[in-house]
């Protein structure tokens, strides 16, 4: 243990954070691309927001399925293997003549892209457990960004070169980062389970269990859906009345949403707090004044942009004091536990995209500020009930 911990020099752990950002953000580029996209293959606005809600749910599965391997299997395999395959089906799309082709490969993708949710565990469960929040929050830097990241690349990218060079730009990038981590990435040497179906049988059990577990993931599922939202619906409102901006512009708010995030950067200390879940409601609640702030003035480009900074804020603090506390919990359960949490994360992003293009193109602005506050109210309702509960068996 003391031997790899060692052997995660600090250049080593940036790079990390650089791949899960870049690995995440396999997922985001055709969220700024779908107008370019539809056009391409001459498909509705609507009916090409299926492309982002099938990588999600393909991502989805792949947190399922494939994350929990880490526990059974070497995660350092599983990360190079799954960026080599990212970087396969993110270039096969490319070539695809068809658009219902492209959202089978886009599934495909959604699947392999789980490198991030890899290299989380393999890192954490190798560290000595003082170190490990702050790791962590380093690490889930790079994922937050990556989500950022994805908007900007491929809304600049995209309007100066096409969406297939955005594609073919990260399948490169993938490939060399993967080659890299093959000859400077350690191993893996964690107590391993000795069965898969063991593993994948005890996810339940596990989640019934963990009190910890079940609130980050009511948390994170609610941030992340309003999360995608927003960023969905931007695209939207940014390309329509009064704004009719294209894809570099809503590039450019990425900007602001990596400011945000940035600005968060102290979120990784407040899972240390003795009462940690307080501050998952505040940043609930910062996202919530968000989209209330959104409601009122979406059509007023500078409070859109505040906007976006503190709805990053928000977003970037909750899934960092998340993730901080499931990282507190059994080490020998972390790809398991990572695993629930980003399954109903990224499930809750999967509905996020579906809501936001639907809600924006059937109500305006005002359709997706009120599916939002919905989302946050049932979160409080969870919060305050599970409070109420547990003082009656204490």
């Known amino acids: 243990m003391m031997q790899i911990k060692d052997r995660f020099s600090k250049p080593l752990l940036s790079i990390l954070t650089i791949v899960c950002a870049v690995a995440v953000a396999n997922l985001y580029y055709d969220q700024v691309l779908l107008a370019s996209i539809s056009k391409y293959f001459s498909v509705s606005g609507s009916y090409s927001g299926l492309l982002v809600t099938t990588v999600q749910i393909g991502y989805t599965i792949g947190l399922l399925l494939l994350v929990p391997l880490g526990d059974r299997f070497n995660r350092r395999v599983l990360i190079i293997s799954s960026l080599v395959c990212s970087a396969v089906f993110i270039y096969l799309m490319t070539i695809m003549p068809t658009f219902n082709l492209v959202i089978l490969v886009g599934f495909f993708l959604g699947l392999s892209t789980v490198s991030a949710q890899l290299i989380i565990p393999f890192v954490s469960s190798n560290m000595l457990a003082e170190k490990r929040s702050v790791i962590v929050g380093h690490l889930l830097t790079g994922i937050f960004l990556g989500v950022l990241y994805g908007r900007v690349f491929g809304g600049f990218i995209g309007q100066f070169m096409g969406w297939k060079a955005v594609h073919e730009i990260a399948a490169a990038i993938l490939l060399i980062f993967a080659i890299y981590l093959y000859c400077t990435l350690p191993n893996d040497k964690v107590?391993?389970?000795?069965?898969?179906?063991?593993?994948?049988?005890?996810?339940?059990?596990?989640?019934?269990?963990?009190?910890?577990?079940?609130?980050?993931?009511?948390?994170?599922?609610?941030?992340?859906?309003?999360f995608n939202i927003f960023w969905v619906s931007l695209s939207f409102i940014l390309g329509n009345s009064p704004y009719h901006y294209g894809s570099a512009v809503v590039g450019t708010f990425g900007f602001i949403g990596i400011a945000g995030a940035l600005a968060a950067g102290?979120?990784?200390?407040?899972?240390?707090?003795?009462?940690?879940?307080?501050?998952?409601?505040?940043a609930i609640s910062i996202m919530l004044v968000s989209f209330l702030a959104l409601g009122a003035c979406w059509n007023q480009i500078v409070v859109l942009i505040i906007i976006t900074f503190i709805l990053d804020i928000g977003s970037r603090m909750n899934t960092t004091i998340n993730q901080g506390r499931i990282y507190k919990l059994n080490p020998q359960n972390h790809s398991r536990l990572n695993s629930l949490y980003m399954v109903f994360y990224y499930w809750g992003g999967s509905w996020g995209s579906f809501l936001g293009t639907n809600a924006y193109h059937l109500f305006g602005a005002v359709g997706i500020v009120l599916v939002s506050c919905l989302i946050f109210s049932l979160v409080y309702i969870y919060y305050l009930t599970s409070r109420i509960i547990a003082r009656r068996n204490g």
Not at 201 to 220: A, C, M, N, Q
Not at 266 to 282: A, E, H, P, Y
């Open 191 to 226: 107590i391993k389970e000795k069965s898969y179906k063991k593993i994948i049988s005890s996810l339940i059990p596990l989640l019934k269990k963990e009190r910890v577990l079940r609130e980050t993931i009511v948390f994170g599922t609610a941030a992340f859906c309003s």
């Open 266 to 282: 102290f979120s990784g200390k407040l899972t240390d707090s003795k009462r940690v879940d307080l501050w998952n409601i505040l």
